[in-house]
């Protein structure tokens, strides 16, 4: 069974950094576009961030660019979602999700969820 777990949510001051991961079991993730996506209280699911599982490009949404870094480490069938400056703003519920084919930042494209990690930013 296809499975995803995020992990490494928490409370952070404005300016920190957190690190999430996204750990797959039941299948590999070398085969799948990942995204990750944040909801915030009364706010639409939005796109973060995806990496393709062909050629490894990447993508940002505007207001993340320059401070989120996505990568994947196949060995460990994880990827990983590194946030520095973070603002008040980027609190909220991050998810990551897997898509084969083409890559997307659309979340109705992505049929395998996690569960979420809460992200706090706050002083």
């Known amino acids: 069974q296809l499975q995803l777990v995020e992990s490494g949510g928490g409370l952070v001051q404005p300016g920190g950094s957190l690190r999430l991961s996204c750990a797959a079991s039941?299948?590999?993730?070398?085969?799948?576009?990942i995204g990750w996506f944040r909801q915030a209280p009364g706010k639409e699911r939005e796109g973060v961030s995806c990496i393709s599982s062909s050629d490894g490009r990447v993508y940002y949404a505007n207001s993340v660019k320059g401070r989120f870094t996505i990568s994947r480490d196949n060995a460990k069938n994880t990827v990983y979602l590194q946030m520095n400056s973070l603002k008040p703003e980027d609190t909220a519920i991050y998810y990551c999700?897997?898509?084969?084919?083409?890559?997307?930042?659309?979340?109705?494209?992505?049929?395998?969820w996690g569960q979420g990690t809460q992200v706090t930013v706050s002083s």
């Open positions: 999700a897997a898509k084969l084919g083409l890559i997307s930042d659309n979340p109705p494209d992505f049929g395998s």
């Open positions: 039941g299948f590999t993730l070398d085969y799948y576009n």
